[in-house]
């Protein structure tokens, strides 16, 4: 079973930094693609960024590219998410998923950690 426990969250100042971190359980995860999402208040749940395990091609939404760096420690079944010159429309619950890289969706999902930015 899958287990994606998120953690590094918290209060931030605009243009100040966060670490994500995603610790992955359960499988191997050497022909998996792991992803970050967030959901912010009001809204529907948007891609952030992506990695995959096998060759660690990364890809991103626009809105963090230049920001967001996401990358995988194989060794520790850890993916994480540096985001540096946060703003305001940052905040929101990022997600950490997991998906096979045949399928389609994402079915493997963190609880959430909540990242607030002030203004």
């Known amino acids: 079973q899958v287990q994606l426990v998120e953690s590094g969250g918290g209060l931030v100042q605009a243009g100040g930094s966060l670490r994500l971190s995603c610790a992955a359980s359960?499988?191997?995860?050497?022909?998996?693609?792991m992803g970050w999402f967030r959901q912010a208040p009001g809204k529907e749940r948007e891609f952030v960024a992506a990695i995959r395990w096998s060759g660690g091609f990364t890809y991103y939404a626009d809105s963090v590219k230049g920001r967001f760096t996401i990358s995988g420690d194989n060794a520790k079944n850890t993916v994480l998410l540096q985001m540096n010159s946060l703003k305001f429309e940052d905040t929101a619950v990022y997600y950490c998923?997991?998906?096979?890289?045949?399928?389609?969706?994402?079915?493997?999902w963190g609880q959430g950690t909540q990242v607030t930015v002030s203004s």
């Open positions: 359960g499988r191997t995860f050497s022909n998996y693609n």
């Open positions: 998923a997991a998906r096979t890289s045949a399928a389609i969706e994402y079915d493997h």
